[in-house]
């Protein structure tokens, strides 16, 4: 079974708008950390955000939030204001239990801002 | 600055040769990792360190191997074991997490491109 899954292979959004990217996951363990990470077409993959499944707040980075959602296994990630600059692949991904950092990445979400 | 350096950046290679990707960083990171991405997929993990001279199989590790001499550093040697080697290769780099507060990023490094001729 899929660990993560993403949706949405593609979606297009006018600049300025916010637009919401999907992401569930499966985990039986009660200590797991989500992330998002943004690959650019040059091919390197810059964190965006983590969400701790302990942390009761949901995170929050500059124009990024994440939308956590315990009970559905969700953590949906949130760009406001969207920016011509934000066009690229951008993966979720997740941690089980601690120690390495052992991620899990999703399938990933092609989004392409038009001016 | 610190941060993660891979070569090369591009790799050609014939079919029955092994060839090695470097992988060296100076983030002080106790673990580092490889990962392969194929054409509009996500990242698979292929091994990881979390201290020198000790690894560990990922989910496809076979045709692959590594050595961790160095703290700084992690290569990666692809042989001709490796059915389908043509693929992006991205290694990265974090802290080992302690306790429930959890948030050790993975630093990436920009990436190593090979293609089998």
């Known amino acids: 079974a899929q660990k993560i899954t993403q949706t949405q292979p593609g979606m297009f959004v006018q600049e300025k708008e916010a637009v919401t990217l999907d992401c569930t996951y499966d985990?039986?363990?009660?200590?797991?950390?989500l992330f998002w990470y943004k690959q650019p077409s040059s091919g390197e993959m810059i964190f965006l955000i983590y969400?701790?499944?302990?942390?009761?707040q949901n995170a929050t980075e500059g124009r990024y939030s994440l939308n956590f959602q315990k009970a559905r296994k969700s953590a949906n990630l949130v760009i406001s204001a969207s920016q011509l600059g934000d066009s690229a692949m951008y993966f979720c991904?997740?941690?089980?239990?601690?120690?390495?950092?052992?991620?899990?990445f999703g399938q990933g979400t092609r989004l392409t801002i038009n001016p | 600055d610190g941060g993660i350096t891979q070569s090369p950046k591009y790799l050609f290679r014939k079919e029955g040769q092994n060839v090695t990707l470097s992988c060296e960083q100076n983030?002080?990171?106790?673990?580092m990792y490889w990962y392969r991405q194929d054409p509009g997929q996500g990242l698979r993990l292929i091994y990881y360190?979390?201290?020198?001279?000790?690894?560990q199989k990922g989910d496809i590790a076979e045709g692959y191997s590594v050595s961790r001499e160095k703290k700084e550093s992690f290569p990666l040697t692809v042989t001709s074991a490796q059915k389908n080697p043509t693929a992006f290769y991205l290694c990265?780099?974090?802290?080992?997490?302690?306790?429930?507060?959890?948030?050790?990023?993975?630093?990436f490094g920009a990436g190593s491109r090979l293609t089998v001729l």
């Open positions: 990265a780099s974090s802290r080992v997490t302690s306790g429930r507060s959890g948030a050790n990023v993975l630093t």
């Open positions: 985990t039986s363990d009660q200590s797991y950390g």
């Open positions: 991904a997740m941690r089980e239990g601690w120690g390495a950092q052992k991620l899990v």
């Open positions: 983030l002080n990171h106790d673990a």
């Open positions: 969400q701790g499944s302990y942390d009761e």
């Open positions: 360190s979390q201290i020198v001279n000790d690894f």
